[in-house]
């Protein structure tokens, strides 16, 4: 794992002689200098790294959230990272479900509700959605283009019943304030 600390503008033109072929390997293995990121063991670490003191979250503004990703390419893993995040930020966790009828009531029989909540494709949020104050979020569609649209990264600044409160981290809207239904 390589935890990026953005050292440069050498980044970019790094990893794309590494995608082109054109950093010597042997055994299709190639050595990675430093210039690309620091080495770290495990993904405890790896969090550190990129968020430090992140159980400071309330002190921090929303330029120093701007500046920090993790990202990951299964989402078992982004799961993990992310259960790992919310345990190390303050508050309590608020849970946020999914909306559990079927459009016809002869449905009901074919598709159990344990089996619908049960599932969990890519590009769709989980059956239940956990949160806490200050939490880096992403968004999965898009609802008011092209301030928030599907990638847009937000940063939870209030939790309410119905609708989350957060600041656009990305996109042409960096430091709005905006509010996302959470019945959407």
Same mark, same amino acid.
Request: with cysteine.
């Given at each position: #794992?390589?935890?990026?600390?953005?050292?440069?503008?050498?980044?970019?033109?790094?990893?794309?002689?590494?995608?082109?072929?054109?950093?010597?390997?042997?055994?299709?293995?190639?050595?990675?200098?430093?210039?690309?990121?620091?080495?770290?063991?495990?993904? *405890?670490?790896?969090? %550190?790294?990129?968020?430090?003191?992140?159980?400071?979250? *309330?002190?921090?503004?929303?330029?120093?959230?701007?500046?920090?990703?993790?990202?990951?390419?299964?989402?078992?893993? /982004?799961?993990?990272?992310?259960?790992?995040?919310?345990?190390?930020?303050?508050?309590?966790? /608020? %849970?946020?479900?999914?909306?559990?009828?079927? #459009?016809?009531? *002869?449905?009901?029989?074919?598709?159990?509700? *344990?089996?619908?909540?049960?599932?969990?494709?890519?590009?769709?949020?989980?059956?239940?959605?956990?949160?806490?104050?200050?939490?880096?979020?992403?968004?999965?569609?898009?609802?008011?283009?092209?301030?928030?649209?599907?990638?847009?990264?937000?940063?939870?600044?209030?939790?309410?019943?119905? /609708?989350?409160?957060?600041?656009?981290?990305?996109?042409?809207?960096?430091?709005?304030?905006?509010?996302?239904?959470?019945?959407?």
């Amino acid at each position: #794992m390589r935890a990026h600390l953005g050292r440069g503008i050498t980044f970019p033109s790094k990893l794309l002689s590494v995608g082109d072929g054109k950093i010597p390997h042997s055994n299709n293995k190639i050595e990675i200098d430093c210039d690309l990121g620091v080495k770290v063991g495990n993904i *405890e670490e790896l969090i %550190t790294k990129v968020y430090p003191d992140i159980s400071q979250i *309330e002190n921090k503004d929303h330029q120093w959230m701007c500046q920090r990703a993790i990202l990951a390419a299964r989402n078992s893993n /982004v799961d993990e990272i992310n259960d790992i995040i919310l345990s190390k930020l303050p508050g309590d966790i /608020v %849970t946020y479900t999914s909306i559990d009828t079927v #459009m016809d009531q *002869e449905d009901v029989v074919n598709y159990p509700q *344990e089996f619908l909540n049960s599932l969990n494709p890519s590009g769709l949020p989980p059956h239940s959605l956990n949160l806490k104050i200050g939490a880096p979020i992403i968004l999965l569609r898009n609802l008011k283009p092209p301030n928030l649209c599907n990638g847009t990264r937000l940063q939870v600044k209030f939790l309410r019943n119905n /609708v989350i409160v957060a600041i656009v981290l990305t996109g042409p809207a960096v430091g709005q304030t905006v509010l996302i239904p959470a019945s959407q």
